[in-house]
C-alpha cells in the first residue's frame, strides 16, 4: 500500500542571478519539465517580492508561465543575495503562509499543510566568513536557528557555503573557515533541531560536491537538504542535478509521506491509502 502514499519532490538550487530573462526562461523551462513539487532558489538578485513574483508570472513565456505560489525575500544589498520558495502549479497544498525572514535576504521560511502534515520549507544562502560575516557559526546560530519552529516537518534546502569535512572536499582540504562553520555554527542546530544531511544519510560514504571553486583546483559539498530526521523513513532519494542554469548543481529529494492521505473529491469512498492513515482508522473505529 506504500505506493499510494503522497510523494513530494523537492529541489534546492543556487542560480548566481536571475537578472537576465533569457536565463529565468531557461530556468522556468526546466523546472516545469522537471515536476518538481516544491522549488527553494538561492542568490536571485531580485530587488523586490513585486519583481519576483513578476519574473515567475513571465516564466519560460506565454504559454508557459508559472502559475504556483511563490514567496521571494531581498536584502538591502541584492546582488549579494536572495531567496525564494516556489510551489508546483497545481500542488494541493493548503494553508501557505509566509512565516520568517531575516533582514539580509538570506533566510525564507514558507509554512503549508499538504495531506495532513505541516511543513516549513527553508530556502538559505549562507554568508561565507567573512568582514561581514565574522563568524559563520553566528549566522546558523544567531540568525538561521530562530526562524525554526518545532512541532513541524523541517525541510531546509540552501547553499551552505560550509562543509562538514574532507569527504565533502574534492582536491586539497585545509581545514577552512567553511570547516568551523559547520562545526560550531550548522552542527549545534542540525543537533537542536533534529535535522539530518538527506544526501549523506542516503551516501554515508559517497563523495560528491556541487560547486567547483573559481581557481578549478577543488570542489565541495555546499548545497544540500537537511530534513527531519522523521522523514528519513520516507526518504527515497537525494541526487545532484546538472544543467539547471548557476555555477552550483542542484540539489533534489524525493520524500514519501508515511501516514495521512490526500483528502479531496471521492476520498470517502475509502480508497486503500486511507488505512495508511492511523488517526483516521481510530476515528473510524
Known sequence: ????????????????????????????????????????????????????VAWARVGAGATHTWEGH?????????????????????????????AGQDSEGRVLRVDFEFASHLFSVVSVYAPVQGSLHP???GFFLNIMRPLLPEGRQ?????????VAGP????????????????????AVVEGDRDLVDAWRFLHPRGVGFTHTGTTGLSSARLDRWLVSRDLLHGLLSSDEIVGLPGDHLGISITVRLQQGVLKGR???ALPVALLDDEAFVTRLS
Open 266 to 268: 471521492g476520498a470517502w
Open 167 to 186: 569527504e565533502d572536499v574534492l582536491g586539497p582540504y585545509t581545514g577552512s573557515a567553511r570547516f568551523e562553520g559547520h562545526t560550531g555554527g550548522l
Open 1 to 52: 500500500m506504500s505506493a499510494h502514499r503522497p510523494t513530494l519532490r523537492f529541489l534546492s538550487l543556487n542560480v548566481n542571478g536571475l537578472r537576465g530573462a533569457g536565463k529565468r526562461a531557461h530556468l522556468f523551462r526546466m523546472l516545469r519539465d522537471g515536476r518538481w513539487d516544491v522549488v527553494v532558489l538561492q542568490e536571485t538578485h531580485h530587488n523586490s517580492q513585486d519583481e519576483g
Open 70 to 98: 511563490t514567496e521571494w525575500h531581498n536584502g538591502p544589498a541584492p546582488e549579494r543575495g536572495g531567496v525564494a520558495v516556489l510551489l508546483r502549479p497545481g500542488l494541493a497544498a493548503r494553508t501557505i503562509v509566509r
Open 135 to 137: 563568524t559563520q557559526a
Open 154 to 162: 523541517l525541510l531546509l534546502g540552501g547553499d551552505y557555503n560550509c
